[in-house]
């Protein structure tokens, strides 16, 4: 089985789905692939991301610690709630996949309740592989309390490559 680093490096020539009016364009360097539930139609979508896409859409942050870092530091991205409806999210159960092929699944009704976010940037910088990146899909753990569980702590999903929709 291929790893999902080669996946996306093969994806760089396929058309993607781009959000302006349902057009296709050519992502530059895919690091998100949202398929299965998705897309305008009854059918299974299959869309991928590149940085560009992804920060056209609208940009939410705040700021929490984690698990994994020494201090609070300040996350932006795309929240669940505006990736979801981006892609037109038609299933609530969701299979969330990383390049070391860590598999979560998710109920996206409760990722959105729990602001989710997307994150692409650490303190303003884009998160490189090496650190999380490029997409690290994390919760406020500092201003909701009941998001300090394992239930959340599993879904922080760092190196986020894949979302599937399962119907």
């Not at 992502?27 to 897309?39: D, E, K, S």
């Not at 991301?49 to 870092?69: K, M, N, S, V």
């Amino acid at each position: 089985m291929a790893s999902r680093r080669s996946f996306l490096t093969g994806m760089a020539g396929l058309l993607p789905f781009s959000l302006a009016g349902g057009a296709f364009a050519v992502a530059a360097q895919p690091v998100l692939r949202v398929h299965g539930a998705v897309g305008p139609g009854p059918g299974p979508g299959d869309l991928a991301f590149d940085g560009a896409a992804l920060d056209a859409l609208p940009q939410t942050r705040f700021r929490t610690t984690t698990l994994w870092h020494q201090a609070p530091a300040e996350f932006s991205g795309i929240s669940a709630r505006d990736l979801f409806a981006a892609v037109r999210l038609r299933s609530p159960r969701l299979r969330l996949v990383a390049l070391n092929d860590y598999v979560v699944e998710a109920d996206a009704d409760e990722i959105v309740a729990a602001d989710g976010l997307f994150a692409t940037r650490q303190d303003g910088v884009l998160m490189p592989v090496s650190d999380k990146g490029p997409i690290f899909l994390l919760f406020p753990f500092d201003q909701r309390e009941e998001l300090r569980h394992q239930t959340y702590y599993s879904r922080a999903v760092w190196q986020l490559c894949e979302i599937e929709a399962v119907s």
